[in-house]
């Protein structure tokens, strides 16, 4: 495509491409050629080109366009991307097909597609997955500037909740005790020890806590984070009377462990409550269950209720940040 270029001797090319950067006349849409030991600009606008310089009019090739999967489909797949791996969630197995080809096909660099295959279940709160292309289920992932290695088909692991990690990790002050009953791969426990707190982390899935302690080397933050594999109720047991701050990231069941998080809760302590509830009362139970577990020991006052991100239809994924102050007895 014949477009206006300045031309300029190729000794004299970066110079004469950074002085029309500077002017805010280099036409980012079309590639520089070299021609002969002489090289073609294209700009934008010739009125705008200093005088000194020689305008041509040249032939020079379009720039590709980046390609997405949305370019070849011809509409917007959902999917999400968690380290190189791209997750479907399609029920649909040859759309899920069509979809992990565009993929592949566009400029998406991904080395692995996976459709979900099953919902999230059990007590490790893993889900199963079709591996659509690739191999490699095991993937690094970056987040507010930490990696965290990890493989989808053993542990537990959601990148939609990074703004909601974020938020409560710059809460956290240097010298606090922090406990995170539910700690997966790490995603809490590392930038809570980067904050400069002591953190215990505890996890029933061994190969999560495995990654857990690779990443928390990966960081630099293993001198403040203890991984611990086992049952948190055991756990809690060896660190009573310890936190200032404990994360209970295990929604639907967290209730069951509150006993746990009042023993570990110092004398004052804030607690993250996640939990998944219908939008009438998204914040009730959880609140009633945190005040019977707590009252009359601690005074309870709920600082903050967010809501996560909706989980259901008619039901949120919620977070409450309860204080908790002993009563002087
Ligand atoms: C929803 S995941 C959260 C993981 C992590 N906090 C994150 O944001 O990615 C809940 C985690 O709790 C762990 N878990 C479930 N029951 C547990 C228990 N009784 N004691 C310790 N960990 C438990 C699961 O293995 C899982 O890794």
């Known amino acids: 495509m014949t477009v206006p270029c300045v031309r300029v ?25 070299a021609d002969d030991g002489v090289l073609y ?23 590709r366009q980046q ?15 968690l380290g190189d791996i791209v ?3 399609e029920d649909d197995p040859e759309r899920a097909r069509t979809i992990a080809d565009a993929v592949m096909e566009s400029d998406v660099r991904a080395e692995t597609v996976v459709n979900r ?27 507010y ?12 692991f959601s990148p939609r909740l990074a703004t909601e990690r974020h938020r409560v990790v710059e809460q956290v002050e240097a010298g606090e005790h922090v406990f995170d009953m539910f700690a997966g791969v790490g995603p809490f426990a590392v930038p809570f020890a980067d904050a400069g707190a002591d953190v215990v982390a505890a996890d029933l899935n061994e190969v999560a806590v495995e990654y857990l302690r690779q990443n928390a080397e990966r960081n630099g933050v293993s001198d403040r984070l203890t991984a611990i594999h086992g049952d948190v109720t055991e ?5 009573e009377n310890w936190a200032t701050r404990i994360v209970m990231n295990l929604p639907h069941s967290a209730d069951e ?14 607690i993250h409550y996640y939990d998944i509830q219908h939008e009438d009362d998204p914040f009730g139970p959880g609140e009633r269950a945190i005040r019977a577990a707590a009252e009359p020991e601690y005074e309870v006052t709920v600082v903050n209720e967010r809501v996560v991100r909706s989980y259901a239809p008619h039901e949120y994924n919620v977070c409450l940040d309860v204080r908790l102050s002993r009563r002087p007895e």
């Open 235 to 239: 756990v809690g047991r060896e660190h």
């Open 117 to 143: 295959a099953s919902k999230i279940q059990g007590e490790l709160r893993v889900r199963d997955w079709e591996v659509l292309v690739g191999q490699n289920t095991e993937t690094l992932h970056r987040e």
């Open 145 to 156: 500037g930490y990696e965290f290695l990890l493989d989808i088909s053993s542990v537990y």
């Open 9 to 33: 001797p190729a000794s004299a090319g970066e110079e004469t491409r950074q002085a029309l950067v500077d002017v805010g006349v280099v036409d980012h849409g079309h590639d520089i050629v």
């Open 41 to 63: 600009i294209p700009v934008t606008d010739s009125a705008a080109v200093p005088a000194e310089y020689e305008l041509v009019d040249h032939d020079v090739p379009s720039r």
């Open 87 to 89: 997750i479907l969630d």
């Open 257 to 270: 462990f509150l006993d746990t998080a009042v023993a570990v809760a110092g004398d004052d302590c804030v």
């Open 67 to 81: 390609r997405t999967p949305a370019d070849l489909l011809g509409s917007e797949p959902s999917y999400e991307r």
